[in-house]
Every structure is written in structure tokens, then in C-alpha cells.
């Protein structure tokens, strides 16, 4: 196993924490995460601490309800990265097994009956291997489209991505015109059953 240097791990487990379900475990991290993003650089120090400084400044009620409003019933909004490239088609369950076998490769389980693409957990295993930052670069269309997604919903989360993306190198033109491609049409639509790849997260996600 090969953890990335110095504050990227920090990094990668403070916006994984940030974007992860408002839970009691969740909620009682955020003074850690406060405390440990001055160490960050700027560009990913900055929009980390909006999104703490909403969570720590805003009733527990009021931000479940709005997590589950935005996440769980906006699927543009969704937070499994295979999703925006694959959509709900038999290619997305091969992306998904992919993604399964890096979390094994690195000896890394997943539990909890989430999926293995699920961004949050995606980072978790960027904070202990490298095989994460590569699972991120590779889908940094995802992430693109979630961020501009998160944008036009004017939702806090967006800067949590931002940050993200800010630890990755830039996009290639032919990334940026496949994420313009997409945002025109959607995701592919094939409904097929994923529930063989239904592995889950690091730490745990909400069901």
C-alpha cells in the first residue's frame, strides 16, 4: 500500500467526511476537520471550511433534510462517480467491478452496502493508496458534471468538490468536451440490476 505524501491525505479524509451523510459520527469529526485544514494549501484549505463552517453553523435537522433532498432524490447530484459516464447500463456494472478490484488490490474492504464508486469512500481509499488518486483522475468527468450540477443548485457541497478537484491535475480537452457532451445528454439509460456490485464504502455510508 502507498499513501500519498504529506497533507494530501488529510485533504482527501476532511472533504470525504464533508461530503458523507450528516451523521452523529460525521458530526462529532467536524471540530478535527476544522483544526486540520489551516494545514492545507489555499486552493483546497478555502473551500473545505465553507462546507465545515455550514455543517458546525447549521442544526443537525435542517442539514440532514437538505443532504438527503439534494443527494438522494437528485441523481444529477449523485455521489457514484460511475454514474455520469455509464448511467444505469450493463457498462456500469463492469466500471463498478473495476472499482471493487482497486479497494481489494490496495487490501482495503468495503462494508456497509455501498457502492465502491461512491466519491466519499473513493477518497477514503485515496487517503491510504494512491490507487484512489488514479480512480479519481480517471473520473474526473464525473466530477466535473457534479460540481456544475451542485452549482445550479446553489448548494454548499459544490466547494467540497471543488476541492477535490483542486488536488487533481487539470483536465484534457478531450475530457472537457466529453463532460460538455454529457451535460447536453445525460447519462447512458439501460435499467439493469447492480445489485452484485452493491460492496460499499471504507468507512461506512448511510443506507
Known amino acids: 500500500m502507498t499513501a500519498a505524501p504529506g497533507w494530501r491525505p488529510v485533504a482527501a479524509r476532511a472533504a470525504s467526511l464533508l461530503l458523507r451523510y450528516p451523521d452523529d459520527t460525521v458530526t462529532a469529526a467536524l471540530p478535527v476537520i476544522r483544526d486540520a485544514l489551516p494545514g492545507l494549501p489555499t486552493a483546497?484549505?478555502?473551500?473545505?471550511?465553507?462546507?465545515?463552517?455550514h455543517r458546525i453553523g447549521t442544526g443537525i435537522g435542517a442539514l440532514r433534510t437538505a443532504y438527503v433532498d439534494l443527494f438522494d432524490f437528485r441523481r444529477r447530484c449523485c455521489l457514484h462517480l460511475t454514474y455520469y459516464t455509464c448511467g444505469d447500463t450493463r457498462k456500469r456494472g463492469e466500471a463498478l467491478a473495476d472499482f471493487a478490484a482497486v479497494f481489494k488490490a490496495a487490501g482495503l474492504e468495503i462494508v456497509d452496502g455501498e457502492l465502491p464508486d461512491y466519491l466519499p469512500a473513493v477518497l477514503?481509499?485515496?487517503a491510504e493508496d494512491d490507487s484512489g488518486w488514479r480512480l479519481l483522475r480517471d473520473n474526473?468527468?464525473?466530477?466535473?458534471?457534479?460540481?456544475?450540477?451542485?452549482?445550479?443548485d446553489n448548494s454548499v457541497y459544490r466547494h467540497a468538490v471543488d476541492a477535490v478537484r483542486a488536488m487533481l491535475p487539470p483536465p484534457a480537452p478531450d475530457e472537457l468536451a466529453a463532460a460538455a457532451r454529457l451535460a447536453r445528454t445525460?447519462?447512458?439509460?439501460?435499467?439493469?440490476?447492480?445489485?452484485?456490485y452493491g460492496l460499499s464504502t471504507i468507512s461506512g455510508g448511510r443506507r
Open 44 to 53: 483546497v484549505a478555502e473551500p473545505l471550511t465553507v462546507v465545515a463552517r
Open 124 to 126: 477514503d481509499l485515496a
Open 140 to 152: 474526473r468527468i464525473g466530477l466535473d458534471l457534479l460540481t456544475a450540477s451542485l452549482q445550479r
Open 186 to 196: 445525460g447519462p447512458p439509460v439501460e435499467q439493469v440490476g447492480l445489485e452484485p
